[in-house]
């Protein structure tokens, strides 16, 4: 791809950046916050492959993040080595997401929405009521807690959800999916295997969103398990990619680093959770005035900060 | 043996009347408006929250008021379409679908922190003088309460049938819930229709609030959990039913105070479970025309 070459290097370029970003600074506020600016970059990527690209609106996100989450911090406290949970992890999460996706899929429109929210409650309140305990690290494990490979770890999740996405809107797979969303009828009409599409979309979300969940579990010192489960995972990223940009590449990252500056900055200056009233107020206005999100924003006043062509844009 | 059944029976009736009053706004405005407002739970708690403060603060009996809270509701439902909902009402079908979800779901993020902000996050009800009354018959417990919830539940969704279905503005409602271009075309002010449509809708999850905080607590995050109950009650329905909604929502009670019996923590569920068994294989609704 010679036309790319340059923003490979960019891409390139930043990933080096911010590996080397522990050799400028040690102050762990910045290291918190990347690293869960790079979490979140994982996470709402995963559903905008689902939900941007697929454009099955998954309400149940937190499901598959929880479930992730939960089967790596069990498996890794039993003495499983890490990388092996977190695979299992990952690995639960898609299955679980293939098992219901074959009667899931059978909804369209907001019965799929529907069903999905219930979905991930369900699964929420039968984990409240088995784990009701908190699960907290052992005095071992946190004497020689270090943010370093949490830090490495969420990059590496991080990057691979971009590559992820960059090869699907790239890929015939990936149009496939993008002709689902514009209309599921002509898509079948033109020979496009819904099932199937749909399927492999939601395992490839499902996998990374459970993926997400492990490098969560890994990163926490404490969970409660029920939290991992808690619809603000699906809600969190679903506005993280409305407000960047749904269906696009970049999006997800811009409204990642936007989320969580924002969200450390009121909550270091409103009381409680009021910040989390200010995303509402922000999310509407962006559903309202600006359907898609910053990146048509930043792209309309000509700065374009965009990688490769032109980011797939979908008709508010 | 049998009164314990008849017990948890009547149980489940007080319960589900709830969940149908809950459930018909929902209903309404999604049949006439097509739109899904997620936040529908989260003006429910308002609701609540003005009864208890118009008996905290005043000492108004709930009761009394009721039509109070059902009012101001109606005039939030207003001030809420305008501002917002009424920006996407007359876009395409689906995008108007999605995008008013993505509206209510912002709402969803407002409304519990406005409303640990304005009555904390301690857990209050109503609990007029009289609230623990009960009187026996055949040995089964009937709550003055939530008789009184059930008879005004069924009240009300009898007066919402025959505003529906007697009147001139009613029917015009349901022209317009057919298609609103073709109800346009024939003189209906849609602008108005949905502007009401909404401020019943909304006036109804208020009306249910009250009587939630009667008989259950109130806590600034019972939006949600209240959206789910009645999202099942209407998909169990078929969107749009109105009365099919209230029978779903005793259905959905008697389910759940059953299963209580037998999976104790897990009811919650069970009642999801069989929600989503049937939203698969029966996507219409139980009452809905396929």
């Keep these: 791809m010679p036309k790319n070459w340059k923003s490979f290097f960019i891409f390139g370029g930043i990933i080096a950046l911010l590996a080397m970003l522990p050799l400028f600074t040690n102050r762990s506020d910045v290291l918190t916050w990347s690293c869960l600016t790079l979490q979140y970059i994982l996470l709402s990527q995963s559903w ?106 969420s990059l590496m999740g991080a990057v691979l959800s971009v590559i992820a996405v960059y090869f699907i809107s790239r890929s015939r797979l990936g149009l496939g999916m993008m002709a689902i969303r514009e209309d599921e ?13 749909k399927l492999i979309a939601f395992a490839i979300s499902t996998f990374l969103a459970g993926l997400a969940g492990g490098i969560f579990a890994f990163y926490m010192v404490a969970i409660q398990p029920g939290y991992v489960f808690s619809p603000i995972w699906t809600f969190d990223s679903v506005v993280i990619v409305f407000v960047g940009g749904i269906g696009t590449l970049i999006g997800p990252i811009i409204g990642s680093v936007f989320f969580v500056l924002l969200k450390q900055w009121l909550s270091l200056h409103l009381p409680g959770g009021l910040h989390l009233a200010v995303f509402g107020v922000l999310f509407i206005l962006v559903v309202l005035y600006m359907p898609d999100g910053f990146i048509e924003a930043i792209r309309r006043y000509g700065k374009m900060v965009t990688l490769g062509r032109k980011p797939m844009v979908q008709g508010g | ?49 003005i009864g208890f403060w118009l008996f905290k603060l005043y000492g108004v009996d709930p009761f009394v008021g009721l039509p109070l809270v059902g009012i101001f509701l109606f005039l939030i ?11 996407v009402a007359k876009f395409h079908e689906e995008v108007k679908l999605k995008n008013s979800l993505l509206i209510a779901f912002g709402l969803y993020l407002i409304f519990p922190q406005i409303a640990m902000v304005l009555w904390t ?29 059930v008879c005004i539940a069924i009240i009300v969704i009898l007066a919402m049938y025959l505003f529906l279905t007697k009147t001139y503005f009613g029917k015009s409602l349901r022209g317009t819930a057919e298609s609103w271009k073709a109800a346009k075309l024939s003189g209906i002010h849609i602008e108005w229709t949905f ?20 008989t259950q607590e109130l806590t600034p995050f019972m939006g949600m959990p209240w959206t789910l109950k009645a999202l099942i009650v209407v998909v169990l329905a078929g969107m749009g039913s109105i009365v099919g909604a209230f029978v779903a929502g005793l259905i959905l009670g008697i389910v759940e105070a059953v299963s209580a019996i037998f999976m104790g923590p897990y009811t919650i569920a069970i009642g999801l479970l069989i929600f989503l068994i049937i ?12």
Excluded: C
């Excluded at chain 1, 990388?83 to 369209?108: E, K, M």
């Excluded at chain 2, 401020?199 to 009667?214: D, K, N």
């Design chain 2, 77 to 87: 439902g207003i001030v809420f379409y305008k501002v917002v909902f009424s920006r």
């Design chain 1, 185 to 197: 009828d002509a898509a079948r009409t033109s020979g496009v295997n819904i099932l199937q599409n």
């Design chain 2, 1 to 49: 043996m049998v009164q314990f059944l008849a017990q948890t029976f009547v149980n489940g009736i007080n319960v589900g009347a709830l969940y149908g009053l809950a459930a018909v706004g929902l209903s309404l405005i999604f049949g006439v408006m097509r739109i899904l407002n997620v936040a529908h739970g989260e003006f429910l708690m308002v609701g609540g929250y």
């Design chain 1, 48 to 153: 905008n492959i689902i939900g941007g690209y697929a454009g099955q609106v998954n309400l149940g996100h937190a499901a598959f993040f929880g479930l992730g989450a939960l089967t790596t911090r069990y498996l890794w406290l039993a003495g499983l080595p890490f990388p092996a949970s977190l695979l299992s992890g990952a690995f639960i999460a898609t299955v679980f997401a293939l098992l219901i996706g074959i009667p899931a899929f059978r909804l369209r429109g907001i019965y799929f929405v529907i069903g999905t929210l219930v979905l991930a409650e369900i699964l929420k309140v039968v984990i409240d009521t088995r784990f009701p305990v908190a699960s907290v690290l052992p005095v071992e494990t946190l004497l020689t807690y270090s943010l370093l490979p949490r830090y490495y770890l």
């Design chain 2, 195 to 214: 502007m009401i449509t909404f401020g019943l809708g909304i006036s109804l999850a208020g009306i249910a609030g009250v009587l939630i905080a009667l």
């Design chain 2, 279 to 290: 939203l698969v294989l029966r996507p219409q609704g139980l009452f809905g025309r396929a």
């Design chain 2, 121 to 149: 996050a301690d857990e209050r009800a109503i609990s007029p003088a009289y609230s623990g009354q009960a009187f026996d018959l055949l040995g089964v417990r009937f709550g003055y309460v939530p008789l009184a919830g």
